[in-house]
């Protein structure tokens, strides 16, 4: 089964759940960890044949792997603060991140 992802590298999204903002850094069609990890983490249980994705975190140094279906898109237009952005992206533009190149 292949599934489109909804949102793509660069846009803001905001986490139904846990209500932070970020931007996504990469994008799994599918789950790509563990299913330990999925046990351990993963504790809404989100369907692993979803799209997942490598979000920065706002604020902060984190980095989560997030369920499309936990996602949303962030509207407020205001970039990110996180130390990586300026590795990940060259500019900020309309409310969206433009990639500084391939990532991997």
Not at 11 to 39: C, N
Not at 58 to 87: C, F, K, M, Q
Request: proline fraction near 6%.
């Amino acid at each position: 089964m292949t599934t489109n992802a909804h949102f793509s590298i660069g846009e803001l999204v905001q986490h139904k759940l846990f209500d932070y903002r970020g931007v996504i850094i990469d994008v799994d069609p599918r789950l790509m960890l563990s299913d330990e990890w999925y046990d351990t983490v993963a504790r809404s249980r989100p369907p692993k044949d979803q799209p997942w994705y490598r979000v920065l975190v706002h604020d902060s140094t984190n980095e989560t792997y997030v369920a499309e279906r936990n996602l949303e898109a962030d509207t407020s237009g205001a970039p990110i603060r996180h130390p990586l952005i300026e590795t990940c992206f060259r500019s900020f533009s309309d409310g969206h991140y433009l990639t500084a190149g391939r990532m991997n």
